[in-house]
Every structure is written in C-alpha cells, then in structure tokens.
C-alpha cells in the first residue's frame, strides 16, 4: 500500500499533456502483433495494463520492442500465427486486456491460461465467455465465469451474428477480433453505441469491415475473415479519461486556468465535457486537429461555478469510466446531481457506484446510493471537509477511485487521505507528476 494525502494546493495553471490513450494503445499492440511486418506506435501509454497487453503478445510469438525515444516497434506474427504460450498470461489490473485477448485465443488452435489480480479476478467473464464459445471455443473457469480461466481457441471457428446484451465496447471487440481468424461473415448488432476505435482500427488495418447505422441508431458491423492485416505507423492521442481528471480539478479549484492539451474527443469517449459543460464548467476547445484519425484538442478550462443536473442515462457508454471523477464534480456543485442506468459501474476495477459513495460521504460529501446511480447534493462551491486524521478512502485497486478521490482533495479543508495510490500507474503513471506541474504553475515553483 502507499497511502498519499492530497490537499488543497491552489489554481491549476499552465500546460500540462495527457499521456496516450489507453484503449486505442492496447488495439495498437494487439493489431500490430497481428500484422506482417512492422508497425509503429507513438504516444503508446507506457502504464501497467498496456504492458500487460504487451507482454501477452509478447508471449504468442510477436516482437515487441521500444526505442530510447518512446517509439514502439511491433513485429506481427500475421493473423493466424499466434503461438501457444508457455505460461499463464498475467493480466494484472486489466480486463481490456483479458477480455480483447481471449477474442484473439478464441480463432486461433492454441490453448491459453489467464490470470490477474484480486480485482480483476472478482470480474465477470461470461460475457465474452458465452459469444466466444458459440464460435466454438472452450473454456474452464473458475465459479461464475472468472479467472484463472483456460481457454481453448479452435480454427477454423464458426462466424456467429452477435447481438451485444451489455451496452460494452470490450464484448464487441472480443466477437470482432475473433472474427479476424475465422472465415466468413462475423456480425456484431450494438443497440448502444459504445467506443469505436477498434473498428476504426481495423479498417486502418486494411481488415474488410463494414458499419451499417440503422434507423433507430443500432449499429451492425460486419467483418470478413480471414482477414490480412496490414501494418501500420499509430501516433496515439491523449487519453480524455485521463484528461478527465485536470479537468474536473480546474473547474472545482477556485482561480484555476489550465490548459490541457492533446486530449482525444471521439463523440464516443467525450461525453463527460458536455455533461460538465452542461453543468455550467468553462471548457474551450483548441486548436481542433487529427491524430491518429480520432479528433484531437487542446482543452482550456476556467475553474466555475457548477449547477447539479439530470444525467441523460443515454451518455452512460461515451463517458463510462468517468462517472467517479464526475460524481467529485458533482459534489462540489450547487443542487443535487442525479446519475441512473450505470449498473455497469459495479463491475469495473471495483464497484465504483459503492466505492465512490463510501469514499464521498467519507470526504464529508452528502451521498445517496441507488441500485443504477448516485444522488449526490452539492456544497455549492464550498470545499469538502475532508477526511478525519487515521481515516483513509479504501480505493479497492482502483485507479480512478484514486485519482479522482486526489481531485477530491484539491477541494477539500482538511485533505484526502487515499489507502493506496499504486494503482494509478495502472493507466496514468505520471498523474502525481502532472498534478504537481499544474499545482505549481501558478507560483512559478514549477
Ligand atoms: C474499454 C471499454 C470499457 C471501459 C474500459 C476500456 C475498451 O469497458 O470501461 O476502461 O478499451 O474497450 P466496457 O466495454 O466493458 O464497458
């Protein structure tokens, strides 16, 4: 454990950049080590689930490696070639990982074992379990779908049409990254749309993969296998969940005037900026480019006065890991915030909808828990309390349960007290670092 407590510092100021995003950097390595030849990836975030994902790759066959200047070199085995590993795959904290990858098993005739932490293994994989084994993989799991789990991939599989019953970008990768090796059609139908950088990815890719938007805005995306992939060279934009974190802090610490730059905005990801935006925060698009083939910017935000709103349960999926770091928002905001249609929350790194609540009212926040959501009522500006001396809010493992309880503390009298800040490299490993950057800024220590 390494307990941190975080305190009132003063405005947010100046610059600071987002490392990459998390989600595209796990795709970039997966595809890349599908490809033949060598692919390149810039901006790659260097944070303990995308190493997971790499040593992974890593251990089918792939070589992966980094330059002194932070580019990643892949050498793909093509699609088809992934070999047996000779050990369990340690996934760590990440369900990305384990959830894509036993897409990438389930194709291919290789028997493959995963493992992970204490959070991770509380997790549920049936859901990438059930489509998986239509397509004819087998599986041993522990109780209720969990890890350790061995998976025994087939080939050729059978292409299946999957219509998604969870609203989660990971089960649709997972079909459509088994769908790569196996030939023929594979169909994922997706009544809500979640994000969408793996099917930009792999069309960037040169896989044959079609979206069709229906009336009522159900997605069907086909991709045909056996497909060839193509390799190619990624410059990764900033993480907006990342992002997230400075964002909220600027907008809740009085005088704040930060600028963060290179923060990805895929309609699919960015909804937390409108709900804020909504809400009453400054937040002003820069400089509006493309990295990558996502849209970027540069974000300069003016700490606000926030009003409590309705959350449209509609925005759950573009803004799905930022719920912890709005409900600090909300806390902070005049009137009550109402959040409903985030059961999913429950099953993230740790039940965020309980942890988030314990951790609030912990800080002195006013909190109701719901079955789907949190009511939270607002100090209207007032800094949180704080937590008592020898009280600490239990972060489960949870990265963003501690960064977003660290915001917290930014507005708090006395300070946050947080069990456990390791987690945090998990995604964001220089969030102190930033954190101290834009903390100091404004008195020029920096
Ligand atoms: C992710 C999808 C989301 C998100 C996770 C990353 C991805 O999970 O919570 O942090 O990269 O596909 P679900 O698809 O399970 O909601």
Redesign the pocket.
Known sequence: MRPRRFTATGPLMGRIRVPGD??IS?RSIMLGALAVGETRVTGLLEGEDVLSTAAAMRAMGATIERDADGTWHVHGVGVGGLLNPREALDMGNS??STRLLMGLVASHPITATFIGDASLSKRPMGRVIDPLSQMGATFTAAPGGRLPLTLQGIHPAVPIRYRLPV?????K?AVLLAGLNTPGVTTVIEPVP??D?SERMLKGFGADLQVEVEADGTRVIRLTGEAELKPQVIDVPGDPSSAAFFVVAALIVPGSDLVVENVGLNPTRAALFDVLRQMGGSIEELDRRDVGGEPVADLRVRASALTGIVVDPAVVPSM??EFPVLFVAAALAQGSTVTTGIE?LRV?ESDRIAVMRAALELAGARVTETEDGLIIDGTGGEPLPGTDDGAAVATHLDHRIAMSMAVAGLASRRGVEVDDTRPIATSFPVFENLLETATTAATGTA
Request: proline share 0%; net charge positive.
């Open positions: 998390k989600s796990h369900g990305t609203a989660s970008a990971q089960v990768s979640t994000r950088h799905v890991d999913e993230k």
